[in-house]
């Protein structure tokens, strides 16, 4: 059975397992120190898991009022199809309730699961600085 949690404590090494098994490891910095500073930096941390196991996570900046950004969702490559994405991003909405707008930039290779699952695509979205991790 999947459980779903906020987890603020989470580990740098296991945010860099779970990206690393599902595939987005390539997208993201190897270096322990910023996987820290991301999972700091961030104001909601939910995760998935089975049993003990972290087989997903959404990471999410927010004001908590207007706009909520999920910059990471990945599910376990094992895990994939289970409706585990979907759940972990239903979970970062509830655990924010007052915010008006979520949103997400996806992996080119994840387009298809975000429109599959129904959320509205939104085409004017825009990358204005970009620094080699």
């Known amino acids: 059975m999947i459980t779903y949690q906020q987890e603020p404590d989470l580990t740098a090494a296991e945010f860099a397992a779970v990206l690393q098994v599902s ?4 997208r993201h910095p ?3 120190d910023r996987l820290e ?17 972290l087989v997903g996570l959404a ?8 706009c909520l950004y999920c910059s990471d969702l990945c599910v376990a490559a094992g ?23 979520c949103l997400l930039l ?3 290779d994840a387009v298809g699961f975000y429109a599959a699952a129904g959320y509205a695509r939104h ?7 970009r620094r080699e991790a």
């Open 123 to 129: 085409g004017n979205a825009f990358i204005f600085a």
């Open 106 to 108: 996806s992996a080119p």
């Open 30 to 32: 190897s270096n322990p």
């Open 37 to 53: 500073a991301m999972l700091r930096g961030a104001q909601l941390v939910i995760t998935a898991r089975d049993e003990a196991v």
């Open 23 to 26: 595939g987005l490891a390539p």
């Open 79 to 101: 895990y994939q199809g289970r409706g585990i994405g979907k759940a972990l991003l239903e979970e970062t909405a509830r655990a924010a309730p007052g915010v008006k707008t």
């Open 59 to 66: 990471r999410s900046i927010t004001d908590w009022a207007y």
